[in-house]
């Protein structure tokens, strides 16, 4: 069965920390996203890698950077987190050569900022 | 740029009607993908449906169907005799043509309750 997994569901984090979201596939897929999902807006896409240690950014990669160090591990790092980056962060993977082009979605991170 | 629109933002039947969720999208690409997805109350997404530019055939699953039309640029959805189980947001996304592997570009979701 294939699998998404996030490191936390829920996270509360302070003003100016250094937040650490983690994302984990054991599909062996290539291709990994970040999305941010918010009410009344959907999911917008903050960044994507298409391989180890390669990024691009999506529509709203300000105030975000992504690492990955090894295939099956997304990162998303907030430098230092701020109120507006309250919301739903959503990690998904996908095969770079694939005949279902289906995006596979973790479960979710709920980060709150105070 | 490309742009989904869902502009229905929430929808509530009584259980057993039917239900049309609308997606409009627009895009320059003459080759692109189209996307459904389901978040129940759990918050996972849930893959429904992809369909690409060159195939306009409506599908139906079960209690689902999709009406691509390409002169309107809509990729509408219809649950029949809706349950409750279907309760949830809806989302509709659109990829170029890379084919989702370049990441989608969703609408804003509508949210469907079923009343029992």
């Known amino acids: 069965d294939v699998k998404v997994t996030q490191s936390s569901r829920y996270l509360v984090k302070r003003t100016g920390e250094k937040v650490f979201l983690e994302c984990v596939q054991d599909?062996?897929?290539?291709?990994m996203f970040w999305y941010r999902q918010d009410p009344g807006l959907g999911l917008r896409l903050i960044y994507f890698?298409?391989?180890?240690?390669?990024?691009e950014k999506g529509d709203i990669p300000e105030g975000y950077s992504v690492s990955r160090e090894k295939k099956e591990r997304f990162s998303l790092i907030l430098e230092s987190a701020s109120t507006n980056q309250t919301s739903m962060y959503l990690c998904?993977?996908?095969?770079?050569?694939?005949?279902?082009?289906?995006?596979?979605f973790g479960p979710g991170t709920r980060l709150t900022v105070t | 740029a490309q742009k989904v629109t869902q502009a229905q933002t929430e929808i509530s039947v009584v259980e057993k009607e039917d239900v049309t969720l609308d997606c409009v999208y627009e895009?320059?690409?003459?080759?692109?993908?189209l996307f459904w997805y389901k978040q129940p109350p759990s918050g996972e997404l849930v893959f429904l449906i992809r369909?690409?530019?060159?195939?306009?055939q409506n599908e139906i699953s079960g209690r689902y169907s999709w009406n691509f039309q390409k002169s309107t640029s809509s990729f509408n959805f219809t649950i029949t005799a809706s349950q409750v189980v279907d309760s949830a947001v809806y989302f509709c996304?659109?990829?170029?043509?890379?084919?989702?592997?370049?990441?989608?570009?969703f609408g804003k979701g509508t949210h469907l309750i079923i009343q029992p």
């Open positions: 998904a993977s996908i095969a770079r050569d694939t005949s279902s082009y289906e995006q596979y």
């Open positions: 599909m062996d897929h290539e291709n």
């Open positions: 890698s298409y391989d180890v240690k390669m990024k």
């Open positions: 895009t320059r690409d003459t080759t692109y993908y």
């Open positions: 369909r690409n530019s060159f195939d306009e």
């Open positions: 996304a659109l990829s170029w043509a890379g084919g989702g592997a370049d990441g989608l570009t």
